[in-house]
């Protein structure tokens, strides 16, 4: 029985700076995914801690291969007639498993084979309205990154033997590793998913949980998922937790490599990254400095900020910002 979780050295992206960079609403992320047997794959948004590779949840599906971040995803429910197409209000990212489930592997997938599996699976979520952008391999085989970079990839969920780690950029891609898979039946994951969790939070890393839906049966639906889901959003609900969809976090990632923040004054400061808006249109970070007092009132390049109590709060003795911008003026007026 494993019930300790490998945790990797936290790469120090600090700048010289008075404030600290996190994920948006928190300083700790959670990705859940899915996967699915054959060619149907879905990702969706859960609680928010910073494991080492990304919790994506799903609960909604797509056609073969595809997904993409939404508001509303598509879901299938049987019914006495076949499927009926509803949507869901949760929202998802649904990525790729590739378009017919084959070993993408280096030495067993020429790049051409990836090329136009990957195009394809970029094609038919075009169709929908999806643009994809995180990548599971089937069977955990890596292989033809340079084929996933070219379609539009910005993340991969990768397996080198570490359970949490800081999500790591490899071959162009941000490569969040899968933590714990959460459909072993003889596993206590009561005890051992708050083991590893906990570990991430004290590492400052991220946990990515997983689930296989052909795998399990609906007792273990109801005894292991939906548990671990309502603990995980106990954790968010107090803060302890970013839940992050694996395009958000690799986003979130791409943001604050390259962030440099200068104060301009004791209240006021400028944040700055680099990245390319089309391949990570859903950056951002939450800039957070010491604070003594009540919420604040707080301007973004000039407007004050909307959706006080989540983009602009006071949480422990800090207070938190939250940017969408690459380039922002950050300012905060006492109330």
């Not at 990702?43 to 291969?65: E, F, M, Q, Y």
């Not at 604040?296 to 940017?323: H, K, N, W």
Request: proline share 6%; hydrophobic share 35%; with cysteine.
């Amino acid at each position: 029985m494993k019930d300790d979780a490998r945790v990797s050295s936290f790469p120090n992206y600090s700048r010289r700076s008075t404030g600290m960079l996190y994920p948006s609403h928190g300083p700790l992320s959670a990705t859940f995914s899915w996967e699915s047997a054959g060619v149907i794959r879905w990702v969706a948004r859960i609680p928010n801690c910073l494991t080492r590779d990304r919790i994506a949840i799903g609960g909604g599906a797509s056609n073969a291969g595809t997904g993409t971040s939404m508001t509303r995803v598509l879901r299938w429910t049987p019914r006495r007639n076949g499927m009926h197409r509803t949507w869901s209000e949760v929202r998802h990212e649904i990525g790729s498993h590739s378009f017919s489930h084959t070993d993408l592997s280096d030495a067993n997938c020429p790049p051409e084979v990836a090329q136009g599996e990957l195009r394809r699976c970029q094609e038919e979520a075009s169709q929908k309205g999806i643009g994809l952008r995180s990548f599971v391999f089937p069977g955990n085989f890596e292989g033809n990154f340079a084929a996933l970079r070219e379609n539009g990839f910005i993340a991969y969920r990768g397996g080198d033997g570490v359970d949490l780690s800081y999500p790591e950029k490899a071959h162009g891609l941000w490569n969040i590793r899968e933590s714990l898979q959460l459909f072993d039946p003889e596993v206590d994951y009561s005890r051992r998913l708050p083991l590893y969790v906990e570990a991430a939070i004290r590492a400052q890393v991220a946990c990515h949980l997983s689930f296989h839906p052909s795998e399990p049966s609906a007792a273990t639906v109801s005894g292991v998922l939906l548990p671990a889901l309502a603990y995980l959003k106990s954790l968010e609900a107090r803060g302890d937790i970013w839940i992050a969809t694996m395009e958000e976090l690799a986003s979130y990632c791409e943001a604050r490599s390259s962030a440099l923040v200068r104060e301009v004054s004791p209240l006021d400061w400028i944040v700055k990254w680099g990245h390319d808006p089309d391949r990570y249109p859903r950056a951002a970070i939450t800039f957070s400095v010491p604070w003594a007092g009540s919420s604040p009132t707080c301007e973004v390049d000039d407007e004050e900020a909307a959706e006080r109590g989540q983009s602009c709060f006071v949480r422990s003795g800090r207070l938190y910002m939250t940017i969408t911008h690459p380039h922002s003026a950050l300012r905060v007026r006492r109330v």
